[in-house]
């Protein structure tokens, strides 16, 4: 099947797609990556070092390290019983599947652009732009994205945290078909569901929910790919909330509450995954 992959160039991304090749590899893919999630323009200082872990430290330190010789023999061999060596953005570029960012997708050349890739399915995780129409009628099986919060109670941006902040039990993700320009909006395919952990920050809850959510989109493309149904669920945007990017105020009531956006003492851990 050819497959295209709408993600953001950060860290979960990352490790997202990472997991999804390595469960899928039969596929020919094409990955698209934006570089930012919604509009994060004058974002509050708390969220700009969280942008800094997510984003600027693995893009701009990390995975150029890693990409050396010198960090792969200076760091000895991988753990035992752990999974594949993560790849950076550009060592999966260089096993031969195509990355490219992607500045506005409904542009006419973007549109040119991912019509030559003849897409049967486009998967979305954590994409950073809104898909109109043109875009989401362009492969023959249909938009799915995977959604990092519960659908339809945590719509939009940085689920986690909200539930989070409102002390939840549990977190989750929704994979759901894409069929409006409507934000995580569309037809429920499955979902996930695991334990908040409050001694570990947001970041590490974050990141906890890929491996499962993973797997959800890769039962759901191997029944598209066997011309089996998905069954769907509708959902009821009426009994939800939208989410944006929490302001001044709730960032320091989650703080209040003992809770973290990131360590820095996770880096090593995150690192440890690349080798």
């Not at 030559?116 to 875009?135: D, K, T, W």
């Not at 979902?191 to 797997?215: A, M, W």
């Not at 003992?258 to 820095?264: E, Q, V």
């Amino acid at each position: 099947m050819r497959i295209t992959i709408l993600a953001n160039r950060d860290l979960a991304s990352n490790m997202a797609i990472n997991l999804l090749l390595q469960q899928l590899p039969e596929h020919r893919y094409a990955i698209f990556l934006s570089a930012k999630v919604g509009k994060s323009e004058n974002l509050p200082e708390p969220l700009k070092s969280l942008a800094f872990m997510e984003q600027t430290l693995f893009n701009q330190i990390v995975y150029p390290l890693i990409e050396t010789q010198q960090y792969t023999t200076n760091m000895g061999n991988p753990p035992a019983n752990t999974s594949l060596p993560l790849k950076s953005f550009q060592q999966i570029l260089d096993s031969g599947i195509p990355i490219s960012d992607i500045q506005n997708i409904n542009s006419p050349s973007s549109y040119q652009t991912l019509a030559a890739q003849n897409p049967e399915l486009i998967i979305s995780i954590r994409f950073g732009q809104i898909l109109q129409e043109a875009i989401i009628r362009l492969p023959k099986m249909g938009v799915i994205n995977l959604h990092s919060g519960k659908l339809p109670d945590y719509r939009g941006v940085m689920a986690t945290f909200w539930a989070m902040l409102n002390n939840n039990e549990n977190i989750g993700t929704s994979l759901h078909f894409i069929d409006s320009n409507k934000i995580d909006a569309g037809k429920i395919i499955s979902s996930t569901q695991r334990r908040v952990d409050y001694h570990r920050s947001y970041l590490h809850n974050v990141l906890s929910l890929y491996p499962e959510g993973v797997k959800t989109i890769v039962a759901a493309v191997n029944k598209l790919n066997c011309g089996e149904e998905v069954k769907t669920q509708n959902m009821d945007l009426s009994s939800g909330q939208y989410f944006s990017f929490p302001n001044e105020v709730t960032l320091s009531q989650f703080a209040e509450q003992g809770k973290r956006l990131f360590d820095y003492d996770e880096i090593p851990e995150l690192v440890a995954k690349y080798r």
